[in-house]
Nanobody, 121 residues
């Protein structure tokens, strides 16, 4: 299984970005998909996850109302729409696949390569 994340970049505070993650290698039985992020000098932290069907979604408190996770199983792609970005959202964002919903990075089965999001003040 391979996860390829894209869509990061530099944006001003208050701006928006959309991250994408293409999943290849296992498409008939989709994983629970997650986004984590890791800021410089900090531990990797959970951002959001979405169930196989897309019917259940979880967010970390600090991104609720600003970020939206979604998936298109026909395209084997998961998205993270980020709005009202703040400098504290600056991090490398990783898409991830797991067998169940989890906030713990140790439960992740497959990681993407990460995409850098930088929010300037």
């Amino acid at each position: 299984v391979q996860l390829q994340a894209s869509g990061g970049g530099l944006v001003q505070a208050g701006g928006s970005l959309r991250l994408s993650c293409l999943v290849s290698g296992r498409t008939k039985s989709p994983y629970v998909m997650n986004w984590f992020r890791q800021a410089l000098g900090k531990e990797r932290e959970f951002v959001a996850d979405i169930s196989r069907s897309g019917g259940r979604i979880n967010y970390r408190d600090s991104v609720k109302g600003r970020f939206t996770i979604s998936r298109d199983n026909r395209k084997n792609t998961v998205y993270l729409q980020m709005s009202s970005l703040q400098p504290e959202d600056t991090a490398v964002y990783y898409c991830a696949a797991s067998e169940f919903s989890t906030y713990d990075a140790r439960d992740v089965l497959h990681w993407g390569q990460g995409t850098l999001v930088t929010v300037s003040s």
